[in-house]
């Protein structure tokens, strides 16, 4: 019923920038916060950045000055722009979003593969 797309995502050479977004589609009410995390090869699932209903955002101390994140409530929409790619950005970056309302809890996208090439 609620379904989360994400886009954007590909190779780039180090130093590079790529932005990824996620759209949110069904029967939505509202959506609380939005977020970005990533899961790296034999690693865990972190949180990369994340932004409120009222704009304020969090990032990891690793991407701080270098992603940032936006939404378009209108659309139902998170972006994740990343400049300055290290290799070490290399994950799997998933969104996430926390839906309140007729319909509620937390929904993830598929996730889409980032590559940084040294």
């Known amino acids: 019923q609620v379904q989360l797309v994400e886009s954007g995502g590909g190779l780039v050479q180090a130093g590079g920038s790529l932005r990824l977004s996620c759209a949110a589609s069904g029967m939505i009410s509202r959506i609380n916060d939005m977020g970005w995390y990533r899961q790296a090869p034999g690693k865990q699932r972190e949180l990369v950045a994340s932004i409120t209903s009222g704009g304020n955002t969090n990032y990891a101390d690793s991407v701080k000055g270098r992603f940032t994140i936006s939404r378009d409530n209108a659309k139902n929409t998170v972006f994740l722009q990343m400049n300055s790619l290290k290799p070490e950005d290399t994950a799997v970056y998933y969104c996430?979003?926390?839906?309140?309302?007729?319909?509620?809890?937390?929904?993830w996208g598929q996730g889409t593969q980032v590559t940084v090439s040294s």
């Open positions: 996430n979003m926390v839906l309140i309302g007729l319909i509620r809890g937390s929904y």
